[in-house]
């Protein structure tokens, strides 16, 4: 059902076909359950948390990508959290989860805190360490969406980097 707690903007619908978000508030970030950290490993990834882990247990069961945010590390205004997809400026920087800093070539679909317009995710292929789930994360904004694939496949090959993420995409 449509919430009152969270906006989405899209700039340009043909490289975001459809941007659906929710917020979930009050979860408890922890380690996985062992049959989740054994599904992961057995095809090769890693298991970070919870959350992230259920993120990525559905992108590699269903195929439909996920990510989630930590919502206190997005703005609000008048007490509505904001997310914009959009075209980076030229120049534009770009913390990942892993912590390499990206220059983003001009174009680039990233989802954005719509309140400040910092990136918090390059479009298909890798969230941002501004809005990195961790051990505080109380309240999550989840996305799921989907991005042309030819646009994440050459963002993916500007920047060289490949992930679960960007290949479902592709």
Known sequence: PATSELTVSIEDPAKCLRYMGAVVKG???GPSPAWLKEAL???GQRSIN???DATNYVMLNIGQPLHAFDAKNLGQKDGIYSIAVRAAHAGEKFTSLSGEEYTLPEGTTVIT???SGAPVGIAGVKGGKAAEVNASTTDLIIESA???GT???RTAQALKLF???S???T
């Open 27 to 29: 979860v408890k970030v």
């Open 41 to 43: 490993e057995a095809v």
């Open 50 to 52: 919870n959350v992230v």
């Open 113 to 115: 805190d719509g309140t």
């Open 146 to 148: 989907n991005f042309d």
């Open 151 to 153: 646009s994440v496949r």
């Open 163 to 165: 992930t679960d993420r």
């Open 167 to 169: 290949a479902e995409h």
